[in-house]
């Protein structure tokens, strides 16, 4: 049996705006949870090496150091909205 995660944590709206007005968008409780989890699952996602899905020769970011294009799509998840 797997023993589940459990998260307390605390967000003020100067921390983070485009994510605070994010999660603020749904009442609290398993909306807001599941809303947090696609958004931290997304950005998983942009932060594995495109190596791990494919298999692209292109030499890729070793752990820990930046990969300016996984950044840049993890932040225009939280980009404000278009007009």
């Not at 190596?51 to 998840?77: C, F, I, K, W, Y």
Request: no cysteine; net charge positive; charged share 20%.
């Amino acid at each position: 049996m797997s023993k589940g995660l459990r998260i307390n944590f605390e967000l003020d709206r100067a921390d983070n705006p485009p994510l605070y007005d994010e999660l603020a968008r749904f009442t609290k409780g398993a909306k807001r949870v599941n809303r947090l989890r696609t958004l931290a699952h997304a950005g998983l996602m942009a932060q594995i090496p495109a190596a791990a899905t494919t298999t692209s020769v292109t030499p890729q970011p070793r752990n820990g150091e930046h990969d300016p294009v996984h950044a840049a799509a993890s932040m225009e998840l939280f980009a404000p909205a278009i007009g």
